[in-house]
């Protein structure tokens, strides 16, 4: 599948047992600096790190890391030190303070071209094309590895004391209280490692065919992490002048002060969101999906976590298999169609994509390293059973979010909308149900005899009510969404622009849904309809996940945008 690959190179290196050693070294350094700079945080007391510290590395028996303390480094500080200098190569006309909106898009932009550019030229200099792509590959299998480890750690477990339990058990020490700065870290580094993947596999440029030094990777992180950065702030630009804020220039290129918090506290409260896929509803789902199209998370597990006799090593992580072998494993184990098999590999494999359009891919839905970690090159993979165990909990959320490569079908999406997506109907049901109060879930305006007629075929128009309740003739409607977890300002731009920009926006179908409820001659059929009384009607806006609008009030168009936790609470005080 990707022709700039050769196999004959992979093998050739997966020969020589020592290929990847100082590569495995200088990333461990440049993770442990990394992690030891989270914990400590400018901690200056010698005694808390003897204390606190010490223990662990005499556990493992490696003191000569413990030294290395002094000398801490930091991601972001290196970011901040390539951008100073970035900003002084492509000479500015302005270099300091606020940037008119063209400007600081303009200035953005730029940035954005130079670093590409310095990612291009440091993952084309340093080795050849599958050296490198080998290399990045086990760099995100150690990242899966302290993933997944510190999800699961337990101290008191029997381990085996390596470098990579011992960097697992640094950040599970301080993770609770700084889980969202570990796993901001960890996730950078994901992606870092996503678009260097994207790129050796696509780009058209020439790599180095000489001997090979080390990937700068300290320097690839922050190159990738920066390009990121500037490219979310150029798409977020107009929210940003909108709100009468300015990007501002320092050292740095910054949001507003303000909306940093903003978003920050957006991400802390997605960062701590659980998202349920693995609740006895979801586990339908599956197994309807299953039923459907012959395989599915579950299948995918079984053949990962039940065979230990498998082709797949689970103690290495580059595997490289001749594709028919591994599918003829897989049928063996299970007894599913080899057809289904080669489908459901398809599914969690990345595919080649153009040049231009790298950055897109490197972070879509269903073309990023850790979702779909299976490389096709001629007529083998290359594969990790750590990354497909990773890729098998994103196959889920991918399924509940329609987010495969092709559309779900119709009965399973609306499975998933009764069974899931609204399964916090059921508490407001039950609430209902209890202060014998008039309401509904679920009401379908457009099939209800007295004001059908005015709903159906009507364009922007809500088609059904997720849950109204009349009290003391106070009509309350609400429109619930389940809106994606914003991981980055493009999300929470596409969340602002669903909610309120355009006509088929959210806020938009509420407001022309009180254009009917406020004709004096409708207010008949629409009693009728809702079985009650109402001289007002108050409108709310309820998501499922963190959302940065939540926690306001539309003046324009009267909705309460809020969280669905509040919203709950709210109709819990107000009718019981």
């Known amino acids: 599948m990707f022709e700039k690959i050769s196999f004959e190179k992979l093998k050739i290196n997966s020969n020589n047992p020592l290929f990847l050693s100082k590569h495995v070294d200088s990333f461990i350094k440049f993770l442990f ?41 930091s991601h972001s500080f290196l970011m901040d030190e390539i951008e100073k200098e970035t900003i002084k190569t492509l000479k500015f006309s302005k270099v300091r303070g606020s940037l008119e909106q063209e400007d600081a898009y303009s200035t953005l932009l730029r940035l954005e071209i130079e670093y590409e550019n310095m990612i291009a030229e440091e993952l084309t200099v340093c080795c050849n094309r599958e050296t490198c792509l080998q290399v990045l590959y086990t760099y995100a299998g150690i990242l899966n590895y302290l993933s997944m480890y510190n999800k ?55 790599f180095q065919t000489g001997s090979a030094v080390e990937i700068d990777f300290s320097k690839v992180a922050a190159l990738i992490t920066l390009l990121i950065e500037k490219r979310e702030y150029r798409n977020f630009i107009s929210e940003v002048y909108r709100g009468g804020g300015a990007l501002e220039v320092t050292d740095r290129v910054f949001l507003p002060e303000d909306m940093v918090q903003r978003i920050n506290s957006l991400m802390v409260s997605t960062n701590n969101t659980i998202y349920s896929t693995d609740s006895i509803e979801s586990e339908h789902i599956y197994t309807s999906f299953s039923s459907k199209y012959g395989y ?35 049928h063996n184990k299970t007894g599913q169609s080899e057809a289904n098999i080669k489908q459901m590999l ?22 990023r390293l850790f979702r779909t970690p299976i490389i096709k090159i001629g007529e083998y993979y290359m594969l990790s059973h750590g990354l497909l165990c ?3 909990q994103y196959f889920k959320y991918r399924i509940l979010k329609n987010q ?107 407001t022309n849904l009180n254009k009917i409820l406020s004709r ?8 009728k309809a809702l079985n009650g009384e109402f001289n007002n009607v108050h409108y709310f806006l309820a998501f499922k996940n963190p959302h940065y609008l939540a926690g306001g009030y539309d003046l324009e168009n009267n909705v309460t945008i809020c969280s669905m936790k509040d919203f709950t609470v709210f109709v819990n005080k107000l009718l019981l």
């Not at 223990?55 to 002094?70: A, Q, R």
């Not at 339990?165 to 580094?189: H, R, S, V, W």
């Not at 389940?482 to 669903?498: E, G």
Request: charged share 30%.
């Open 346 to 367: 398809h599914e969690i494999s990345l595919f080649p994509v153009d040049i231009k359009k790298i950055y897109a891919e490197s972070f879509s839905h269903s073309n």
């Open 404 to 510: 495969l490569s092709f559309p779900i079908d119709k009965k399973i999406r609306n499975m998933i909308t009764s069974e899931f997506d609204e399964a916090e109907l059921n508490t407001l049901n039950d609430i209902l149900e209890k202060s014998k109060a008039i309401g509904e879930t679920n009401f379908l305006l457009n099939k209800n005899i007295y004001c059908r007629h005015l709903f159906q075929n009507e364009k922007n128009m809500p088609q059904e009510i997720d849950f109204y309740v009349i009290k003391e003739k106070n009509l309350y409607i609400m429109e619930m969404k389940n809106n994606d977890l914003s991981r980055s300002l493009k999300n929470i731009k596409k969340d602002i622009n669903n909610t309120t920009k355009g006509q088929s926006s959210y806020v938009v179908k509420l």
């Open 520 to 527: 004096s001659d409708n207010i008949e059929a629409m009693q």
């Open 33 to 73: 600096k990394n992690i030891m700079y989270l914990n400590l945080n400018e901690e200056k007391d010698l005694n808390y790190l003897k204390v606190n510290y010490v223990p662990i590395f005499n556990k493992y028996g490696l003191m000569e890391l413990f030294s290395d303390c002094n000398i801490l480094s």
């Open 296 to 330: 599915s998370p579950q299948f995918l597990e079984n053949y990962l976590f039940r065979y230990d006799k498998k082709f797949l090593d689970s103690t290495v992580i580059i595997n490289l298999i001749e594709a028919k072998a591994l599918i003829k494993d897989i």
């Open 152 to 206: 699961y750690w337990d101290e008191k477990a029997p381990i085996d004391l390596n470098y990579l339990n011992l960097l697992t058990e640094l950040i599970n020490k301080n993770y609770l209280d700084k889980k969202f700065e570990f796993d901001a870290f960890l996730g950078e580094m994901k992606k870092s490692i996503e678009y260097s993947v994207h790129f050796i596999l696509n780009t058209d440029k020439e």
């Open 390 to 392: 990773e890729s098998s």
